[in-house]
């Protein structure tokens, strides 16, 4: 088949580092293929499609890793082993934590941004939109999705005791904006929005009646509760009378009381048996799709 990936996630990779196996553009500039390369928060993940896709995907890797011996960690996938992976990640089976709904999303972002530029083009995007529909199936025909399967979700139900309290918010992003939406069902909050981006603070404050203004490490740390879902690089320290949950990659703070994404992970365990007995379907419904795209294709 004319499909191939190289895979860096959170099962091969440390999660606090993965953003540093991150695969630029420029460096598929001398491949005559299709690919799209998918950036969440515990992966990062590179799809090819070409006449000689397994060999391409090889001299791929290779000049990753002469650029940087990390890239060796990556795992190889190849044709229907690549196109099952996929569609396995667009249902959520991949996920730090199964079901969880995002990455559908992610999948969908990552097609349409690669469409518009002919990078997905007649190969890659059919199989893009296989993978979407298949993960709306697994949803839609299974309870792999239904509870609290959204890391957004458990950062709003850990800081939910603390709606009370003026929140800071670091970052201005999709992340920061769907925590926000979660956070506020409650009722009115009060806090303030960083972000490097004073448009993009403003207008994320505004939507929650709340203050903004750019990243500032020493106001930052005047607030006892904060979210954090930011890229850069700042390192904060927090006290230990302070509340963070920081999801960024990397992440941004530290101290006693900071919360990271493989935490939250962990504490979500009332539907963990359930979700788990709905991935035994959600994988039957995978590996048909699976064969019915490769017949098709």
Known sequence: MRYAAIVYSHKNVDESKLYEYDIEDRMLNDYACEYVILRTCNRIELYIASENAEKDIKNILGALINDSVKYKKGEIYTGREMVKHLFSVAS???????????????????????????????????????????????????????GKTGIYSLAVDYLRRYADKEIGIVGAGS?????????????????????????NARKLAEKYSLDY???NEEEIKEYGVI??????????????????????????????????????????SSNKVKREGEAVKARYIVENAVDEFIRRN
């Open 92 to 146: 959520g089976l991949e996920s730090m934590l199964i079901g969880e709904n995002e990455i559908l999303g992610q999948v969908r972002t990552i097609h349409d941004e690669y469409a518009k530029t002919k990078r997905a083009g007649s190969f890659l995007s059919p199989l893009l939109r296989s993978a979407i529909n298949t993960g709306k199936k697994v949803r839609t025909e299974t309870e792999i999705g239904k």
């Open 175 to 199: 992340e920061a904006s769907r925590f926000l939406n979660g956070f506020s069902a409650g009722g009115k909050i009060g806090g303030k929005v960083f972000s490097r981006n004073p448009d």
């Open 213 to 215: 203004g750019i990243f």
């Open 227 to 268: 979210f954090c879902a930011y890229k850069g690089k700042q390192k904060v320290t927090v006290d230990d009378k302070t509340l963070v949950v920081d999801i960024s990659v990397p992440r941004i703070f530290s101290g006693k009381n900071v919360v990271y994404l493989e935490d939250l992970v962990k504490t979500s």
